[in-house]
């Protein structure tokens, strides 16, 4: 069983749509990243959120953080083919390790 | 900058074959990290080092053993394959906990 469940696990849409990618949890974290990773390459990092109730925006991506540190969510807003890639959350409990989420695979179509 | 580097890009071995997968870091990083990545499944940690000369066990360890002896190099090593051990293979490392895990490209691993 998953840590962390990521939803929905693929999503095709159109060039310009909005999107959202959520990632749940039952257990509270102390920070949780968000990742990009496209084929034939490591995950890299988009984001980091450590504070409850955190919005951060990058350009067209903005990510929040639930008040309860238990979930998150991505949202992309007018998505380009160049956002196609494999969506990564992964939580930190306050040790050393993150435990990832299975992902969601994002493919937008020109 | 290399970043983190890992080798070979891919492998066949055969069951019951050994072999080691190399990861160095040019970044000075304390902490370093193996995971595996199957379809559907994210990535699971192997094990992790918060330093030279300490290693200890992830969510996965059997089958795999690892060593740091160098702050630069983390070597995973497969003992007896498996074709259960077939996948991708991806190192990391990071400056402390919170901070970004830099992850090599992988290496693409087949058993059969």
């Known amino acids: 069983t998953q840590l962390l469940e990521q939803s929905p696990q693929f999503l095709s849409i159109q060039e310009g749509e909005n999107l959202t990618v959520y990632c749940n949890s039952s257990s509270v974290f102390s920070s949780l990243q968000w990742y990009r990773q496209e084929p034939g390459e490591g995950p890299v990092l988009l984001v980091t959120?450590?504070?409850?109730?955190e919005v951060k925006k990058l350009k067209r991506l903005t990510f929040q953080f639930g008040d309860a540190r238990k979930d998150s969510s991505l949202h992309i807003t007018a998505a380009q083919p160049g956002d196609t890639g494999l969506y990564l959350c992964?939580?930190?409990?306050?040790?050393?390790?993150?435990?990832f989420g299975a992902g969601t695979t994002v493919t937008v179509r020109a | 900058n290399a970043g983190v580097t890992q080798t070979p890009k891919f492998r066949i071995l055969k069951i019951g074959q050994s072999m080691t997968l190399q990861c160095t870091q040019d970044?000075?990083?304390?902490?370093m990290y193996w995971y595996r990545q199957d379809p559907g499944m994210g990535l699971k940690l192997i094990y992790y080092s918060v330093g030279a000369g300490i290693t200890d066990k992830g969510e996965v360890p059997n089958g795999y053993n690892v060593s740091r002896s160098t702050t630069e190099d983390f070597p995973l090593r497969l003992e007896l394959a498996a074709p259960s051990q077939t996948s991708v293979y991806f190192c990391a490392s990071s400056t402390q906990v919170r901070q970004p895990q830099h992850f090599g490209d992988g290496t693409r691993l087949s058993i059969l």
């Open positions: 959120v450590v504070t409850g109730g």
């Open positions: 970044m000075n990083h304390n902490y």
């Open positions: 992964a939580g930190e409990r306050g040790d050393y390790k993150l435990s």
